[in-house]
Every structure is written in structure tokens, then in C-alpha cells.
T-cell receptor, first 114, second 114 residues
Framework: AQKITQTQPGMFVQEKEAVTLDCTYD???????LFWYKQPSSGEMIFLIY??????QNATEGRYSLNFQKARKSANLVISASQLGDSAMYFC???????????FGAGTRLFVKA | NAGVTQTPKFQVLKTGQSMTLQCAQD?????MYWYRQDPGMGLRLIYY???????DKGEVPNGYNVSRLNKREFSLRLESAAPSQTSVYFC?????????????FGSGTQLSVL
């Protein structure tokens, strides 16, 4: 069965520092996609970044990068130069070929300190 | 730039009451979804509709029904609400491209069942 695990319920980071949010996944399907979504206190879900299982390079989107280690089945999100507005809940997610059943981890709440 | 619109934003029900959550998207997406979000459990898929005219169960379908009214609209119905259905509900849509199933979410419905 497919599964996403986020082991950090809460994280603190100082403003302007980098932070890594952990995500491990489990699937036997060789073709899959990994996502990170952000949920600010206002409640909406915002797409941050995507990594395909066959992508050779780690995905980057501005201050966000995905540290993809296929052999370890990990897809950690790295946020560089944290800002106060980065305080939010972050969800790691996985979709498989054929789609329609994206699964989510339990989430990590990030607190950015001034 | 409406994207995915869901109503209502808040609802309080008594046990046994029924209600329908409405969702509409204007991005011409084929696929639509209903998720529920509970603390510590991330988002779990209730039902999805891969295309107009089709619906399928997700991970937690019990107690819910759905209708894909047309390509734009996908509603979720609680026939006899139970306290266990207290949750935040999200509608989402996507256009599947391989494993890149980027989800676009509505703003959520906070439902309390007393």
C-alpha cells in the first residue's frame, strides 16, 4: 500500500535561516509524483513544488527545493531564507500513474521566529 | 480567477441532519475530488470523479454520497450527519498529466456536527 510519512509534527526556524521538512514515502509503483502543499492559517491549500520519479534533477521553485533521494524514498522540502509568511502547515503528497488518488502525509507545522 | 469555489464556508449541523456541499471549477478540468482534513491525519480522499458522468469511492466514503452534475460541478452530500463527520472539507480539481496531478483546491468548508 502507498503511504506518506511526515515525522515532524512541528518545527521552529529563525527568520532568514534555511529549514528542511522531512517526508518519506512508500510505493512499489516505479512511476509516481511527489508534491508539497502549503496551508497557511487562512486555510487554503497552495501548491509549492513537484518532483517526478524519473526526473534526474531535484525540483526547485524559487526559495523551495525538493531534496529527492529515490533509494531512501525521501522527498524533503528545503525552504531557504525563511520568512515570517512561511509559517504554515506543510503537506507532502504522492500521486501514482493513472492518478485520481493522491495521498497526503499528516503534515508539519512550521513556525518562523522573528 | 475564481478557480475552485465551494460553499458554504462554515456549517453547523445536528446529528441526523442532512446537507450538501457544493463545488464548482472554471478551469475545464476533467477530474474533481472531495477530501476531508482531520488533525494529525492529513487529507483523506472521500470520493472522486475522473470525468463527467463517473464517480468512485476514495479512502473514506462511508456516510457520504456525491453527484457530478456536469463538468464544472461536483457536490458532496451527507444524508444523516454524525459527530464523526466533523471536519474540514476540501473540494479539488485537476488535469492529470502522467503522475503530475497538481490539485487546485477550494477554500474549504468547516463542518461541525453536534
Amino acid at each position: 500500500a502507498q503511504k506518506i510519512t511526515q515525522t515532524q509534527p512541528g518545527m521552529f526556524v529563525q527568520e532568514k535561516e534555511a529549514v528542511t521538512l522531512d517526508c518519506t514515502y512508500d510505493t512499489s509503483d516505479p512511476s509516481y509524483g511527489l508534491f508539497w502543499y502549503k496551508q497557511p492559517s487562512s486555510g487554503e491549500m497552495i501548491f509549492l513544488i513537484y518532483q517526478g520519479s524519473y526526473d534526474q534533477q531535484n525540483a526547485t521553485e524559487g526559495r523551495y527545493s525538493l531534496n529527492f533521494q529515490k533509494a531512501r524514498k525521501s522527498a524533503n522540502l528545503v525552504i531557504s531564507a525563511s520568512q515570517l509568511g512561511d509559517s504554515a502547515m506543510y503537506f507532502c503528497a504522492m500521486s501514482l500513474t493513472g492518478g485520481f488518488k493522491t495521498i497526503f502525509g499528516a503534515g508539519t507545522r512550521l513556525f518562523v521566529k522573528a | 480567477n475564481a478557480g475552485v469555489t465551494q460553499t458554504p464556508k462554515f456549517q453547523v449541523l445536528k446529528t441526523g441532519q442532512s446537507m450538501t456541499l457544493q463545488c464548482a471549477q472554471d478551469m475545464n478540468h476533467n477530474s474533481m475530488y472531495w477530501y476531508r482534513q482531520d488533525p494529525g491525519m492529513g487529507l483523506r480522499l472521500i470520493y472522486y470523479s475522473a470525468s463527467e458522468g463517473t464517480t468512485d469511492k476514495g479512502e473514506v466514503p462511508n456516510g457520504y454520497n456525491v453527484s457530478r452534475l456536469n463538468k464544472r460541478e461536483f457536490s458532496l452530500r451527507l444524508e444523516s450527519a454524525a459527530p464523526s463527520q466533523t471536519s474540514v472539507y476540501f473540494c479539488a480539481s485537476s488535469e492529470l498529466k502522467g503522475t503530475r496531478e497538481k490539485l487546485f483546491f477550494g477554500s474549504g468548508t468547516q463542518l461541525s456536527v453536534l
